[in-house]
């Protein structure tokens, strides 16, 4: 955070998902730092349904368990996570009516 950008500018959009609703691995090539409001997660789910995972790369072996270090961060309403535009993220998919609203906000710095 020491090097933030003297120039930058916001990019948010509204992702709404439900019932098998996830986001599959990827980063964010042009953005510096993103950031995601959890305005809605479900109630109820199971496991680590619904939640965010964070990883060095989406790798995965012949059994499709995944082979580089990951963390599963709870996710819950009201949460906001913050993490480097450049690391590996995705969503597990989950089951529910109810729907699951992320804002996601991406700072891109202006050269």
């Known amino acids: 955070m020491t090097n933030w950008p003297t120039n ?4 948010g959009w509204l992702v709404n998902m439900k ?18 409001v959890y305005i809605n997660v479900p109630s ?8 965010f995972v964070a990883c060095l790369d989406d790798e995965k072996d ?5 082979k580089c270090p990951h963390e599963i961060i709870d996710v819950a309403t009201g949460n906001l996570v913050f ?8 969503s597990i998919p ?3 009516d109810e ?11 202006k050269i």
């Open 8 to 11: 930058y500018s916001l990019f």
């Open 19 to 36: 019932r098998g609703g996830h986001v599959a691995p990827h980063i964010h090539e042009s953005g510096w730092l993103i950031g995601a």
């Open 44 to 51: 109820n789910l199971k496991d680590d349904t619904g939640n």
């Open 62 to 66: 012949t059994t499709g368990t995944q």
């Open 83 to 90: 993490f480097p535009a450049s690391l590996v993220h995705y």
């Open 94 to 96: 989950f089951e529910s």
């Open 99 to 109: 729907a699951r609203i992320v804002l996601p906000i991406e700072v891109f710095p």
